[in-house]
């Protein structure tokens, strides 16, 4: 049976520690899942990631708010990090090519080598999610998306 949760925080950059720290509590303090430690900590380095870049490349930076929908099921944990849209109606998370000396842009790269599946959200909804297994097949919930810049 899936145990789902939900969180609503204001688009500022100090929140993307409180949603930190509410899923580490959910996981850990508060999950009657038995999470590897290691699942547990790419479970809120990548939802750091998602939150960093809907309030840095959406209008819930600007003074809107993310959601974040977090659910734990027989060795599966799903997160979706819902934004309210970026400026170009058509734009979706991608991987950029990185340089060594680059100071950003490693959100969605973190993405796709961690997760075990990821995309954007469907429409009409804005965002990404991602999936994370242990001792177990892939879920279906997302496709690996190609890199492209």
């Not at 100090?14 to 303090?29: F, I």
């Not at 734009?91 to 990821?118: C, E, H, K, S």
């Amino acid at each position: 049976m899936a145990v789902v949760y939900h969180a609503r925080f204001p688009g500022w950059a100090e929140q993307v520690k409180k949603a930190r720290d509410w899923c580490e509590d959910l996981l850990t303090v508060h999950s009657a899942f038995e999470i590897p430690d290691d699942t547990v900590a790419s479970a809120i380095l990548l939802l750091s990631e998602a939150s960093t870049n809907a309030i840095r490349h959406t209008a819930s930076g600007r003074g809107g708010q993310f959601d974040v929908t977090l659910m734990v099921e027989h060795r599966t944990i799903t997160i979706e990090v819902a934004d309210e849209g970026h400026p170009d109606p058509g734009a979706v998370p991608f991987i950029r090519p990185l340089t060594p000396m680059a100071q950003n842009g490693r959100g969605v790269t973190l993405i796709d080598y961690l997760a075990d599946t990821w995309g954007p959200l469907a429409p009409p909804r804005f965002g990404v999610g991602f999936t994370l297994t242990w001792g177990g097949p892939l879920p279906r919930r997302f496709s690996r998306r190609p890199a492209t810049a």
